[in-house]
């Protein structure tokens, strides 16, 4: 590609370049129109050889979510670095199912206390801010998201900063950063704290014991196999955080921890409170997940299916 030529890149031009990238068929036009708008972002005498450097990517089955810088997710623009998962759209399921909970199963009035563990790039917790910012939902709301990894945390206090920047905000603090979400036409205020911890090591409480009438548990934590590492797509296998994919032996090990850390938790409270759980986890392996919830808790789990119909989530009420 001719990078002296005046910059007349066209979607055709676009569309030739993904599909020599030997990009999947049905991801064409989807990528053509994500590199099209990201490219009316870049100085016009820039965007040839723009192009050009994502070709390149494309052909060694660099995500387009990396190449550049950002990824769609629940209807908000979310940066990811190779150092976070990308948001995927199995997700943004998860999400709803959370929203759908808050706003239609709990007492109005009650006070809730959302905890995110492994939030990377913060995609489910800022979602779940904003969506539930916009809903009538008469209780008193503060989401902690946990993240262990200190690149991963600043990449969801980017996001943060980014998503919520254009409503009230606040940040406080030096080791747990604070948001307060407000929407500009409901006026609905949603807290958010973004907290470094490994697992439940530094969780937070909220100071007021009557906020805590109802806590929700999330996370989408780490959950393939060891051996089915070497059996993921070339684009997830080298370029996504080995960390952020395998959950141990059997893919589980992560989440067993956070159940027993969740369990020694509730057991040193003083006061009483209802508790919800909500788990994306292995598809392939999902009644394993299921058993070994049952296992700590003593209460199996309900099994609900993401967009594609297959089994990804554990849901306890």
């Not at 590609?1 to 066209?10: F, G, R």
């Not at 870049?42 to 723009?50: C, G, S, T, Y």
């Not at 070709?55 to 623009?77: N, T, V, W």
């Not at 070497?230 to 090990?253: F, N, Q």
Request: aromatic share 8%.
């Amino acid at each position: 590609m001719n990078t002296h030529q005046k910059d007349s890149i066209t979607h055709a031009q676009i569309i030739d370049v993904v599909v020599n990238a030997g990009t999947d068929q049905e991801l064409t036009v989807q990528y053509a129109n994500l590199i099209y708008d990201f490219l009316k972002t870049v100085p016009d005498n820039k965007r040839v050889e723009r192009l050009s450097d994502i070709a390149r990517r494309l052909e060694r089955h660099e995500p387009i979510e990396y190449i550049l810088g950002y990824a769609e997710f629940h209807g908000l623009r979310f940066a990811v670095t190779p150092d976070t998962l990308i948001p995927r759209s199995e997700t943004e399921s998860l999400v709803d199912l959370l929203r759908t909970h808050i706003r239609e199963d709990l007492r109005p009035g009650s006070g809730v206390v959302v905890h995110e563990v492994g939030t990377g790039t913060g995609c489910i917790s800022i979602s779940l801010a904003v969506a539930l910012s916009r809903m009538p939902v008469e209780a008193n709301i503060d989401i902690f998201a946990y993240e262990k990894s200190p690149e991963a945390l600043s990449v969801a206090m980017r996001n943060a900063g980014d998503l919520l920047s254009e409503h009230d905000f606040a940040r406080t603090g030096n080791t747990n950063h604070h948001f307060t979400y407000t929407d500009r036409e409901t006026k609905r205020k949603i807290n958010v704290s973004l907290i470094k911890s490994d697992l439940l090591a530094n969780i937070t409480v909220s100071p007021t014991p009557s906020s805590q009438s109802h806590i929700v548990w999330v996370a989408n934590l780490p959950y393939i196999r060891a051996d089915d590492y070497t059996k993921l797509d070339s684009s997830v296998r080298l370029y996504e955080p080995r960390s952020a994919l395998i959950g141990g032996e059997h893919g589980c090990e992560l989440y067993e921890d956070l159940w027993r850390q969740i369990d020694a938790y509730l057991a040193s409270r003083t006061n009483t409170c209802t508790v919800s759980h909500f788990y994306e986890v292995d598809s392939q392996n999902v009644e394993t997940f299921q058993r070994k919830f049952e296992n700590v808790f003593g209460t199996r789990p309900t099994i609900h299916s993401d967009i594609y119909d297959r089994p990804r989530f554990l849901i306890s009420l």
